[in-house]
C-alpha cells in the first residue's frame, strides 16, 4: 500500500484549500483514511477520518465544520476540503489508512498502519 499527499501550498488566512491523497494497493475500500497534521515541534495531530464506505466521518473539534473530508473508493482517493483556513494550521498534512475493520473512525496515530510523505500548507497572517 502506498499513499500519497497532494494539494498543498501557500494560502492567506481565510483562504480555502483542498487536499488529495490517492492510494495505490488493493481493497481500498476496506481501509478507514484520516488526515493528521504535524507543526513544527509539535505532535502530530488528528485532523479527520473516514470509513471505507465514507458512511462515517469525524472530525476534530478544530476543525468541524469549516473542513470536510470524502471519498472516491472508485478513483482510489480521499480529499480533504479546508476552509477558512489560520495561520495556526500551518503544518505538514499527512494521510494514513486503517486496514483494522473493528477500528471504524481511528482518531490516533498508532492505529494506522500506512502514511503518506506529507503536503506542506501554509497559511499566512
Known amino acids: 500500500v502506498q499513499l500519497v499527499e497532494s494539494g498543498g501550498g501557500l494560502v492567506e488566512a481565510g483562504d480555502s484549500l483542498r487536499l488529495s491523497c490517492r492510494f495505490s494497493g488493493g481493497g481500498f475500500a476496506t481501509y478507514s483514511v484520516g488526515w493528521f497534521r504535524q507543526a513544527p515541534g509539535k505532535a502530530r495531530e488528528f485532523v479527520t477520518t473516514?470509513?471505507?464506505?465514507?458512511?462515517?466521518?469525524n472530525y476534530s473539534d478544530s476543525v468541524k465544520g469549516r473542513f470536510a473530508i470524502s471519498r472516491d473508493n472508485a478513483r482510489n482517493l480521499v480529499y480533504l476540503q479546508m476552509h477558512s483556513l489560520k495561520p495556526a494550521e500551518t503544518a505538514v498534512y499527512y494521510c494514513?489508512?486503517?486496514?483494522?475493520?473493528?477500528?471504524?473512525?481511528?482518531?490516533?496515530?498508532?492505529?494506522?498502519?500506512?502514511w503518506g510523505q506529507g503536503t506542506q500548507v501554509t497559511v499566512s497572517s
Open positions: 494514513a489508512a486503517c486496514s483494522d475493520p473493528m477500528n471504524l473512525l481511528p482518531t490516533t496515530p498508532e492505529s494506522y498502519n500506512y
Open positions: 473516514i470509513s471505507g464506505s465514507g458512511k462515517y466521518t
